[in-house]
């Protein structure tokens, strides 16, 4: 049981350069969540998912999409890189516990350290 | 606009003491408090959930109170252990709304032998 797992861990991009971030979860979770960690600031929500086709925007979604076709991935797409993009990002899941879906314990995948130059 | 603020924001001590980190915050009307661990290039993971209901929650050595009339939080931390350097992070959902989480920026804490 992996939990929730990443890919790249590190990568770096030059301004305007795209890439697609990959998040896998194995717990057959219903939610799926993307965020990103800056210094000195709090985790910020990016984008989220209540199931697999549905997607929905977070506290700062702008120039980042995400879909999520398979109920166990959930990817975040760079279309044109922006130095203010260079971060941590974080991909998350959680339990349908017939709750709200961003109100309840998450499980966080290790991080994607990236760098736009 | 809602805010969570914690303090101190860093912490030293020593192996074995005690430890007392804070968590206040504005958001209203309130729906569930978390508290989480990140060590160093790791992902959160988390200790305890509280709601509106709830005062107290333990989880081993980790003892979260909850105060939701002066809206303050605290982690306290027993015997601590070299493991327990990390970074705690306060999160506060609000029942209104999108139900967003607002995260804190949490208290870095190091634990010296």
């Known amino acids: 049981n992996a939990g929730v797992t990443q890919t790249p861990k590190f990568r770096v991009l030059k301004t305007g350069q795209s890439m697609t971030l990959l998040c896998a979860q194995d717990?057959?979770?219903?939610?799926m969540y993307w965020y990103r960690q800056d210094p000195g600031m709090g985790l910020r929500l990016i984008h989220y998912?209540?199931?697999?086709?549905?997607?929905a925007k977070g506290e700062v979604p702008d120039g980042y999409n995400v879909s999520r076709l398979k109920k166990q991935n959930f990817l975040l797409g760079l279309e044109s890189a922006a130095p203010s993009q260079t971060s941590v990002y974080f991909c998350?899941?959680?339990?349908?516990?017939?709750?709200?879906?961003?109100?309840?314990?998450?499980?966080f995948g290790p991080g994607t350290r990236l760098t736009v130059t | 606009k809602n805010q969570v603020e914690q303090s101190p924001q860093s912490l030293i001590i020593l192996e074995g003491k005690n430890c007392t980190l804070q968590c206040n915050y504005t958001v209203s009307p309130f729906s569930n408090l978390r508290w989480y661990k990140q060590d160093t290039g790791r992902g959160p993971v988390s200790l305890t959930i509280m709601t509106f209901s709830e005062n107290t929650k333990s989880n081993g050595r980790y003892t979260a109170t909850l105060d939701a009339d002066t809206k303050q939080s605290s982690l306290h931390i027993t015997a601590s252990q070299l493991s327990d350097s990390a970074s705690y992070i306060c999160v506060v959902s609000f029942s209104g709304g999108s139900y967003i989480p607002t995260f804190g920026r949490g208290t870095s804490l190091i634990v010296h032998p």
């Open positions: 998350a899941s959680s339990y349908d516990r017939g709750e709200i879906p961003l109100s309840y314990e998450q499980y």
């Open positions: 717990m057959n979770h219903e939610y």
């Open positions: 998912s209540v199931g697999e086709g549905t997607t």
